[in-house]
């Protein structure tokens, strides 16, 4: 199968993305292709790939992402910019509703973060708080700024869906063997947590900045995850740590976002979607592997506009 793409991040979280509107990729084949393409060992790699994908009565189009492993998540808050960005090219819009696996979310073309770097605002929640929905079972219905038994004493976690579960605990300083440790026993899916979970060690900046490392369900410890700096934004406001509707800015490994949680439990985002190059790649989704690789196209203007945003 050779297979068209554009390697992109949001926020340094990176993936091909695949124009599949089509409909010409097998259901059964998406799980092969993910680990194929972003495996880091390939020629393509990424923390998971990204599908465009048709529109309904509902949405202008869809976006599906799967994690490295082959497993699909709810959305990617950072990928869903790009997705967002590749839509409007395709379909001549400037704003949109996008329809993800559980959810929608609004989507439009925003005033440039920094010189030359290309920006989508994007809306998603309600952020919701209840266990069930996981489901997490651990004896309440909520988890607000508490310790998680099976974690160990030492962090309060705070428990946000937005639709992706993550964990998230406020932290001095950012340890991130023990951000490791409790990552992968998420990982492991066991009986009182099925579906996994992301997790974030959260530092506080000030009253308007955050500082987010996140261990990701399906992929591991990563630079940036885009519904964790959401979910982190919306548990520092729900636990008192930083104002509702504030102007706040995030950061991480990958770069910065802008993010503001409201009092009705929903977050916006205004953050990048930067494209660095394009290709055609070989893929047997019997191995799950990819070869022969061609780059079609580069985009080193956007690549160095981000960069420069970044050391900014």
């Known amino acids: 199968?050779?297979?068209?793409?554009?390697?992109?991040?949001?926020?340094?979280?990176?993936?091909?993305?695949?124009?599949?509107?089509?409909?010409?990729?097998?259901?059964?084949?998406?799980?092969?292709?993910?680990?194929?393409?972003?495996?880091?060992?390939?020629?393509?790699?990424?923390?998971?790939?990204?599908?465009?994908?048709?529109?309904d009565d509902t949405a202008a189009f869809g976006m599906r992402m799967f994690n490295s492993d082959g497993s699909e998540a709810e959305t990617c808050l950072n990928g869903l910019r790009c997705v967002a960005r590749a839509g409007f090219a395709a379909l001549g819009l400037d704003r949109a509703t996008v329809r993800l696996k559980t959810s929608h979310a609004a989507v439009a073309l925003a005033p440039q973060i920094a010189?030359?770097?290309?920006?989508?605002?994007?809306?998603?929640?309600?952020?919701?708080?209840?266990?069930?929905?996981?489901?997490?079972?651990?004896?309440?219905?909520?988890?607000?700024?508490?310790?998680?038994?099976?974690?160990?004493?030492?962090h309060r976690f705070t428990a946000v869906a937005i639709p992706n579960p993550h964990l998230i605990a406020f932290v001095d300083a950012i340890d991130e063997r023990e951000l490791v440790r409790i990552g992968r026993l998420c990982e492991a899916a066991p009986d009182w947590l099925p579906n996994r979970a992301n997790v974030s060690f959260v530092r506080?900046?000030?009253?308007?900045?955050?500082?987010?490392?996140?261990?990701?369900?399906?992929?591991?410890?990563?630079?940036?995850?885009?519904?964790?700096?959401?979910?982190?934004?919306?548990a520092a406001c729900l636990t008192g740590r930083i104002a509702f509707d504030t102007d706040v800015t995030v950061r991480n490994r990958g770069g910065r976002v802008r993010a503001r949680a409201g009092g009705d439990a929903m977050v916006t985002l205004h953050g990048n979607a930067t494209w660095e190059w394009e290709g055609e790649v070989d893929v047997d989704l019997s191995?799950?592997?990819?070869?022969?690789?061609?780059?079609?196209?580069?985009?080193?203007?956007?690549?160095?506009?981000?960069?420069?945003a970044v050391e900014g």
């Open 1 to 55: 199968m050779r297979i068209r793409f554009v390697k992109c991040h949001g926020s340094g979280n990176d993936f091909p993305l695949v124009d599949a509107r089509d409909g010409a990729i097998g259901e059964g084949d998406w799980p092969a292709l993910a680990r194929a393409l972003a495996d880091r060992a390939g020629p393509v790699g990424g923390d998971g790939i990204l599908a465009l994908t048709a529109g």
């Open 115 to 154: 010189p030359g770097v290309h920006t989508i605002a994007e809306t998603a929640g309600p952020a919701t708080l209840d266990l069930a929905d996981w489901p997490m079972t651990i004896g309440t219905d909520r988890l607000i700024d508490r310790p998680v038994a099976a974690f160990g004493p030492d």
């Open 204 to 234: 506080v900046l000030g009253p308007d900045a955050l500082f987010v490392r996140t261990h990701e369900r399906g992929v591991g410890l990563t630079d940036s995850c885009g519904s964790a700096m959401a979910a982190s934004t919306y």
């Open 287 to 308: 191995t799950a592997r990819a070869g022969d690789l061609t780059v079609l196209r580069r985009f080193d203007a956007e690549v160095a506009a981000w960069a420069a």
